[in-house]
């Protein structure tokens, strides 16, 4: 029972990174399309943004997994 | 009136357009929610008569039931022992300690072990259960020298905890619990003995540090000889790397002084990089799981965390105790954020690491067990076919994300302990 909700919310989770990281995936996308020329900046941008809010949400998950 | 409803409906067109798709995404939810809750509960009543019926009982009945998650977990692990193919390990050494005992000195093969890992000989109490030392905690058992022991067995308590047990002239002996410094987050804790031995993850970091020293001994060698030629071979390879770092990690965060910084960048750019990509391969010399282990992560969150507070200027601690153009009332909340900020930073650091690369290990090993889930533990070869066939690609699909969270991951850790760092050492401006 435990372990279900845990799935659960791992789950859920996923689903708050997964809107975080597509916000931040197509505001890159516009960018990178109305100024190519700094694709390189926007592109480490995006991964380190991605990643913080990826921290977050790994967090939540490894505590799903761990707390039995 | 309708103007304004109009204006609010185009307004609020986007929440509306959600509803849509919201709605019917509950109902799957919550259906999931209860096929998972009486699954699991179901299974909880299976494990406890199992966990009965093995009670008190000692006899080495194997029970031939496949569990895909303590596979997973036991593949991830760190071991005493280096899995060659079949029954062959590769011996490492092992330095134990235990109060009152002292140390015990011996090699991993001594175990002499078959299957799984698990040793069929006990050493002054210590046995190799499934590629971990653990050590006997009861009396009556012979605390010196050798003797062959049966076999051990799992023994599941009220609740729910996993400990072993070994059998040795039919009675049982409870174990202690392999050692292991992540304070039990990862199954093990602080017990009776200490190990100190080259576990499988020390022996496949010094690998990764032999190979990134003769790499970059080769580059550094070519850079003499080839002067003024285009690089080649080696140097070919860690040069894009090496200038990629410098330009789009170093100058852009640290700025002028990034020169002071540059050789711990790199360093544990081409370090997790290189363990991220030997732990990818499926067997010897690879199979190491080191920057899936926490304690591994901890310690290279702790240097980075040392070093972008030992270089933090003035400007830096001002930012933490006392921040500039805040009103009193509100530095009461401020600095107490900042000084958790202090150990959120190192501590998302170590966890984002870790748990990119195991979640990516534990995915590919659960792929895998999908031969082993429909041929229902290799009684069904139909069913372990149709797994087989349906395991490659997803597991092919699988490393190949892999392979990219392993170069993703090196460049962001080494990108957010540039970042930590810049801010740490950037002068002061004006525009507060």
């Known amino acids: ?68 | 009136m309708s103007k304004f409803v109009a204006i609010l409906k185009k307004r609020y067109k986007r929440i509306i357009r959600m509803k849509k798709f919201v709605v019917p995404f509950i109902c799957l939810f919550v259906i999931m929610a209860n096929t998972f809750i009486v699954e699991g509960a179901e299974t909880h009543t299976a494990e406890t008569e199992n966990a009965t019926h093995n009670h008190g009982e000692c006899s080495c009945h194997h029970e031939e039931k496949y569990d895909p998650g303590a596979s997973a977990f036991h593949h991830i692990a760190d071991a005493n022992a280096f899995h060659l193919f079949g029954d062959y390990y590769l011996p490492l050494p092992c330095l134990l300690y235990a109060p009152g005992k002292g140390f015990t000195f011996l090699m991993s093969n001594d175990f002499d072990m078959h299957h799984h890992g698990s040793g069929t000989k006990a050493i002054d109490g210590y046995v190799m259960v499934h590629g971990s030392i653990m050590r006997v905690n009861q009396e009556g058992f012979p605390m010196d020298g050798e003797v062959e022991v049966a076999c051990y067995t799992e023994k599941t308590s009220e609740d729910g905890k996993v400990t072993f047990q070994v059998i040795y002239e039919e009675k049982c002996y409870a174990l202690d619990k392999k050692t292991s410094y992540d304070g039990g987050i990862m199954g093990g804790g602080v017990t009776s003995f200490y190990d100190f031995g080259m576990t499988k993850n020390v022996f496949t970091m010094i690998l990764a540090f032999l190979i990134l020293f003769f790499l970059f001994r080769k580059a550094a060698v070519s850079y003499i000889t080839r002067k003024g030629q285009a690089p080649k071979g080696v140097q070919a390879v860690i040069e894009p790397l090496f200038e990629f770092i410098r330009n789009e990690v170093a100058i852009p965060f640290l700025g002028s002084k990034y020169e002071k910084y540059l050789p711990y960048l790199m360093s544990i750019f081409f370090f997790i990089l290189g363990l991220n990509l030997i732990g990818q391969l499926p067997f010897f010399p690879g199979s190491g799981n080191v920057t899936g282990n926490l304690s591994v992560t901890l310690v290279l969150a702790v240097i980075a965390a040392l070093i972008t507070n030992f270089s933090g200027n003035k400007n830096y601690w001002q930012h933490v105790f006392n921040m500039p153009g805040v009103p009193l009332p509100i530095k009461f909340i401020l600095t107490p954020v900042e000084l958790l900020g202090l150990f959120i930073k190192p501590m998302t650091l170590m966890l984002r690491l870790f748990a990119n690369i195991t979640a990516g290990h534990i995915v590919i090993i659960i792929f895998v067990s999908l031969i082993f889930i429909f041929g229902q533990a290799g009684e069904n070869l139909g069913g372990s076919i149709l797994g087989g066939v349906m395991a490659v690609p997803l597991t092919l699909f699988m490393m190949a994300i892999e392979l990219l969270v392993a170069f993703v991951q090196a460049f962001v850790f080494c990108i957010l302990t540039a970042s930590y760092i810049g801010a740490a050492i950037e002068e002061h401006h004006e525009h507060h």
Not at chain 1, 6 to 19: E, P, T
Not at chain 1, 48 to 55: D, F, R, T, V, W
């Open chain 1, 1 to 68: 029972m435990t372990g279900t909700l845990a799935a659960i919310g791992a789950g859920l989770a996923v689903i708050g990174a997964g809107i975080g990281i597509g916000n931040i995936g197509s505001k890159a996308m516009e960018a990178i399309a109305r100024q190519p020329e700094v694709v390189g900046d926007i592109r480490s941008n995006m991964i380190l943004m991605a990643a913080l809010i990826e921290g977050a949400a790994l967090i939540a998950i490894i505590l799903s997994i761990f707390v039995k």
